[in-house]
């Protein structure tokens, strides 16, 4: 099983649309219109083209050629210029055979390449475990929990948060 990352693009319109459509939403976040239509993707395209490479990398995952996921790496702004925040999502099939982990290392490494961060922050909801552990298998290090945090569906979870620091 090979992981690549795919410089998103006009030309996987349909894939993007595909996967968000498709993607367990219970721990993503709430600005992912559902359903994903197509001027969804046409105006996250246009942001991914013009903010790629200059604050942040988006990047489509791939297994074996197929796209199963996103994962990008966004630098902030103001005094916080120097961080950026990581994010991902992955189709469930995908789960549990290491592809978002190995995503993961490549992003981190291309974004502290190419980036002008020295660090880099991942928000997770306090019940997935999994992507708690995307993090720690990437050196990521626990650095504190954001009582109450996060309201979705109803629900009020606690956010970890993570962070990795250039070496």
Not at 105 to 127: K, N
Not at 150 to 167: E, P, Q, R, W
């Amino acid at each position: 099983m090979e992981v690549t990352l795919i410089k998103w693009n006009k030309s996987l319109k349909d894939e993007l649309i595909r996967i968000c459509n498709s993607v367990d939403r219970s721990y993503l976040s709430g600005r992912i219109p559902d359903p994903y239509t197509s001027e969804s993707a046409d105006w996250w395209l246009g942001m991914v083209a013009e903010h790629d490479g200059v604050d942040g990398l988006f990047r489509a995952v791939a297994v074996d050629g197929e796209v199963v996921g996103t994962i990008s790496v966004e630098q902030k702004g103001d005094v916080f210029c120097k961080d950026a925040e990581i994010g991902f999502f992955l189709l469930t099939e995908y789960w549990s055979k290491g592809v978002m982990t190995e995503a993961a290392r490549q992003i981190c490494e291309m974004a502290f390449d190419e980036l002008d961060i020295i660090r880099i922050t991942g928000l997770v909801y306090s019940p997935n475990r999994a992507s708690q552990r995307v993090l720690e298998k990437n050196g990521f290090e626990t650095e504190g929990r954001q009582k109450n945090a996060i309201f979705k569906n109803g629900s009020v979870y606690d956010a970890c948060l993570y962070g990795k620091l250039k070496k």
